[in-house]
């Protein structure tokens, strides 16, 4: 059972470039997050998914875009890499609301230069 | 929203203490979990528990939802629980979007 898995692990993007991050999720959970952490900060929603073919805003949503085209992925995408989205991003996902923790990857390193 | 505040945000130990973290919340909260991130960076959920006392071996957690605080306990602590600690929370009648706190980071010494 793998969980949540978040591709790549690491990426170093120049600024302007655009990449997407990939999480996958096998436990069939309708809800899907992407967090970014930054230091001292905590952990920051960007978006989110409350089931297939639906996203919505986090707390953080600027110049990033997700999509859930499949119940088990959930892609967050950077159109215009900046400096300031050098952060290390987490996927998690749960099951529906209710008395269900969250289960987390284990994050994806990005640095903008 | 929401407003998610830990203390200490540090705290230094020797194997074999034991400690409490505190977890205060702004509002009523339908939700509140409590997350180890290891050194390595993964996030582990310890607790779902947004109201009530649980416990899981040497770790356990209460929540008091009419005083809106929860407290993480670590009992005879070892090495190996050291890391950061978050609580997060989302409010009552929204969604099941949680609100991290800052963080309490766990040395434990040998």
């Known amino acids: 059972n793998a969980g949540v898995t978040q591709t790549p692990k690491f990426r170093v993007l120049k600024t302007g470039q655009s990449m997407t991050l990939l999480c996958a999720q096998d436990m069939n959970h309708e809800y899907m997050y992407w967090y970014r952490q930054d230091p001292g900060m905590g952990l920051r929603l960007i978006h989110y998914s409350v089931g297939e073919g639906t996203t919505a805003k986090g707390e953080v949503p600027d110049g990033y875009n997700v999509s859930r085209l499949k119940k088990q992925n959930f892609l967050l995408g950077l159109e215009s890499a900046a400096p300031s989205q050098t952060s290390v991003y987490f996927c998690?996902?749960?099951?529906?609301?209710?008395?269900?923790?969250?289960?987390f990857g284990s994050g994806t390193r990005l640095t903008v230069v | 929203g929401i407003q998610v505040e830990q203390s200490p945000p540090d705290l230094i130990l020797q194997e074999g203490a034991n400690s409490t973290l505190r977890c205060n919340f702004s509002d009523s909260v339908n939700n509140l979990q409590w997350f180890h991130q290891n050194p390595w960076g993964q996030l582990i959920n310890l607790f779902y528990i947004p109201s009530g006392t649980k416990q899981n071996g040497r770790l356990s957690a209460t929540t008091v939802a009419t005083e809106r605080y929860s407290l993480l306990y670590i009992s005879s602590s070892q090495t190996t629980d050291s890391g950061v600690y978050f609580c997060?929370?989302?409010?009552?009648?929204?969604?099941?979007?949680?609100?991290f706190g800052k963080g309490t980071k766990l040395t434990v010494n040998p």
């Open positions: 998690a996902s749960s099951q529906a609301p209710g008395n269900y923790g969250y289960t």
């Open positions: 997060a929370a989302s409010l009552q009648g929204g969604s099941e979007k949680l609100v």
